[in-house]
């Protein structure tokens, strides 16, 4: 009763203030997961944290993740490019497996989000916004971005191509942003190991293989 009353109280806050829940649980999430990799995954003492790189990926998921992505997959998609999203979302599954120009829909919508945005956008941002904190310069930030281009494209694809199809077919409107928040914690701590570590431009590209 309890549990149920808290989960109702969230999906209400996260109906009538969708940016503002997206853009903090994406910033905890983000932030966590850094630590969690920090701390366990490569066996850091707590007083050898690297905050700086903590607070990378806590700006990352509030300004970028929240913010951004809530413009991309909840305005830009639903309202600009494909207006009738919102209405395919809210089909019961029957109507969905027969409706071919909402299935086209949400194909257009993950083609764009994963083809387009995340390669020659996203990962652009993060190396630059990474630069800038380690005090780097911008150029730099580009470089690493080229040379670790095919290898993050392929990391990315593979985890949110699946899970971009369920999340634009099936999630309502406002659970978008905190959906792929949600999914996307284990891939910031994939992220955060491969790409999280100050880089020189000397470094071989460290492939995601690497990571088990």
Sequence with gaps: MVLGRFFSAVGQFGRSRPVLFGCGISAVKTSTSDFITQRYVENKDFVDIDWRRN????????????GVQYFLHVHLFTKVLFPSAPAFVAKPLRAKLADRAGQLAVLGQVSIDQFIFHPFIVFPVFYQVKEFIEGGKPEDGLKKCMNNFFVDCQM????????????????????????????????TMLLSYVRGAPQSLEDETKKPEQSG
């Design 55 to 66: 607070f990378l990926f806590f700006a990352w998921g509030c300004g970028w993740l929240g």
């Design 156 to 187: 990315c694809w593979s985890i949110w191509v699946p899970t971009q199809l369920f999340n634009m077919s099936i999630c309502p409107l406002w659970m978008r942003v905190p959906f792929t928040a949600a999914v996307s914690f284990g891939f």
